[in-house]
């Protein structure tokens, strides 16, 4: 077992740019979930402040819905966001999912963690599975954008 979920990614496009894929709806629409399901941009609040609460809807293609609420707990661009997540907005927040956005020779190197939160291997990895799937999105929508 490990303590959570690690995934860096290195992408072709300056910091200032992968953060505002994490805190503008318009990209984060289009990554989040990847192209198999919609994130309606009317579903998409962020207020990126420590303690602005963020929310998006996922909805899968059989119609079924998910709702993802949280908080910011650190925000400092473009280098680190911090915020909670969870599908299930009627219970509590819990430990934060981090952002470290670094740059290197030729983009930014993006660490992604997220606390383990209960979940076992099987699920762990499968959720890593889901991440690179948004973060191979993020790095189509990089490179539309200027």
Known sequence: MTDGLMITRTFTAPPERVYAMWTT??????????????????SVVMDVRVGGKWRATIQLPDGHLIYWTGEYTEVDPP??????L????????????VVMLKEVSGGTE????????????????RTREGYNGFFDAMEKQLSMVE
């Open 79 to 84: 280098y680190r966001l911090a915020f909670t």
């Open 86 to 97: 969870t599908d299930q907005p009627s219970l509590p927040a819990t430990e934060p999912v």
């Open 25 to 42: 709806p318009e990209h984060f629409t289009f990554w989040f979930g990847t192209e198999a399901v919609e994130v309606p941009l009317d």
């Open 110 to 125: 993006m660490t992604f963690r997220q606390p383990r939160h209960g979940f076992s291997d099987e699920h762990l990895e």
